[in-house]
């Protein structure tokens, strides 16, 4: 099944190229919920001394003024990427009064949509289009369902790779389209054998019964304020969380089979109107309640476990940045927070995603069907919800394979890969966490929605009180040690320059908000 993935192993080590494979580009986005002692959502603004969520290009929000963004650089060690993070949330909990930021991805303590803020940018019409999209989500989907917490890895390999690479398979197109067509099979593959990422890091197996609203659900009751599934992994990837829930409704499924195809479904569905969307209406008085009334608003709606990616220039839309400049990097966007490790995400976890990214990368790819798009599907939900049950089959070209033999097939692909990365390094990292899935997938009872489940039966606590004792443990772990001096005033320069940099923004505003949405839809910003 992977015999191509150890083919073009062979075929670098052969050339001397296998130090292509190092040193690719990693960086994190990490969503973390700021909440209040008892556990609510906050209430209050972005911290001022965060700086400008519209320009700070490490701290910023995401859907709700309490949901904090945090960006790191793309580095070529993960280590470095770690301690970006590291220090990025140190510096917002050294600025955070009394408030904690929530250990897992799911939120609790809701009291509906109407109490969850959000976030807001300012008075510039660059602002004022970011918090309109959002309210339009809020319409769309609900505002719950926009809180929930993730963690985004993104990869690229290495600038050097792309014309070795190309030159070792006799390659002759443009190295653009060379590039392209390898990272969209890197993301069709990410969609067919992402179902593994839920199963072994997956730490959403319960949630608060505040999160469904008093909506019926066929989830099994914990205890008086929990639901959960007893094999679920990941049920923010199921169909109550992180999921384009209206997406029969609306009638949109972005096409992967080339980067044309990508860029033309979502171009589509951006300037398609929405019957269903019209209905809420784009404008109340003076106020917008959503950004036009089309199957999506902007790209970004569209819910996605991956996405290929390019760098925007100012407002640019990330479809043209795509079409004019190809894809620069690939986002994978279905990691659950983790709640055992303060971060929301562990070094291990990163040595196995950038050995993982590689062999999907290196791996066949053809086109995705209807038929496979559709196992697809099937699949992801299968595991969010049911994944650690050992009677789990999963779907492949048409067959029925149990998810611990698919698994197992996986693991056992990604070896040699793992041997290449290890390759010239002092220990062996990458197959080191690789052994460490193995495990998880031989064992489920050591997957992190596992242990969530046994730790909540061990203390007699539901869901809340997990996700709260355990945020509490983090900030004490980050109340344990000292920015350094450098690294504090670099953040606090960051935030002051960011709101600078706001102010002039909304100084330089000279045409109303319709004319600047307008244009930006008509792509003349």
């Known amino acids: 099944m992977f015999q191509s993935v150890r083919k073009q192993i062979a075929r670098l080590t052969g050339e001397g190229a296998l130090g292509l494979l190092h040193c690719g580009l990693k960086g994190l986005e990490k969503e973390s919920l700021r909440v209040s002692p008892n556990g609510g959502i906050a209430q209050t603004p972005h911290p001022r001394a965060l700086g400008s969520a519209l320009t700070n290009p490490y701290i910023t929000t995401d859907y709700s003024e309490a949901l904090i963004e945090l960006i790191t650089p793309p580095f070529d060690e993960s280590e470095e990427a770690l301690d970006a993070l590291l220090q990025a949330q140190k510096f917002v909990y050294d600025n955070l009064e009394e408030e904690l930021l929530w250990a897992a991805s799911m939120p609790c303590v809701l009291t509906g949509g109407a109490n969850i803020p959000i976030a807001r940018y300012g008075d510039s019409n660059a602002g004022t289009m970011k918090t309109v999209y959002r309210r339009g989500l809020g319409h769309r989907y609900g505002r719950v369902m926009q809180v929930i917490a993730g963690v985004h890895f993104n990869y690229s390999p290495p600038l050097d790779f792309w014309p070795a690479y190309q030159a070792l398979q006799g390659d002759r197109h ?160 279905s990691l659950d927070v983790n709640a055992f490790h303060p971060l929301g995400i562990s070094l291990e976890q990163l040595y196995f995603l950038e050995a993982f990214m590689l062999f999907c990368l290196l791996l066949d790819s053809p086109p995705i069907n209807v038929q496979e798009q559709r196992e697809i599907d099937q699949n992801l939900g299968a595991v969010a919800h049911r994944g650690r049950d050992p009677s789990l089959y999963l779907q492949h070209q048409g067959r029925e394979l149990r998810l611990q033999e698919w698994a197992g097939e996986l693991l056992r692909g990604m070896e040699v890969v793992c041997d290449a990365l290890d390759s010239n390094l002092p220990g062996v990292p990458f197959q080191e966490s690789l052994r460490a899935q193995r495990l998880l997938v031989e064992e489920p009872e050591r997957t992190p929605s596992a242990r969530m489940l046994a730790e909540m039966r061990k203390n007699k606590e539901g869901f809340f009180h997990f996700a709260q004792r355990t945020s509490q443990q983090h900030r004490d772990w980050f109340a344990a040690f000292t920015l350094a001096p450098e690294q504090e005033q670099f953040f606090r320069k960051q935030a002051e320059t960011s709101l600078e940099q706001q102010i002039a923004i909304e100084s330089a505003d000279e045409i109303p908000f319709d004319q600047f949405l307008d244009n930006y839809f008509k792509d003349r910003i």
């Open 174 to 333: 443009p190295l653009r389209q060379f590039r392209d067509t390898l990272y969209l099979g890197l993301t069709r593959n990410l969609q067919r054998y992402g179902w593994l990422i839920p199963y072994l890091f997956g730490a959403s197996p319960a949630v608060c019964k505040s999160f469904l609203g008093g909506r019926e659900t066929t989830l099994e009751e914990f205890d008086s304020a929990t639901c959960y599934e007893p094999f679920a992994t990941s049920l923010r990837m199921g169909d109550i969380g992180y999921t384009n829930s209206k997406e029969k409704g609306v009638g949109i499924k972005a096409s992967y089979d080339s980067l044309d195809d990508y860029v033309r479904s979502l171009s589509r569905a951006i300037e398609t109107p929405s019957p269903l969307w019209e209905r809420i209406g784009v404008r109340n008085g003076e106020r917008y309640e959503q950004l036009n009334a089309n199957i999506l608003q902007i790209e970004n709606e569209y819910y996605s476990t991956v996405r290929p990616k390019q760098l925007l220039k100012g407002l640019e839309k990330p479809v043209r940045a795509l079409e004019q400049r190809g894809v620069r990097y690939v986002e994978l966007r």
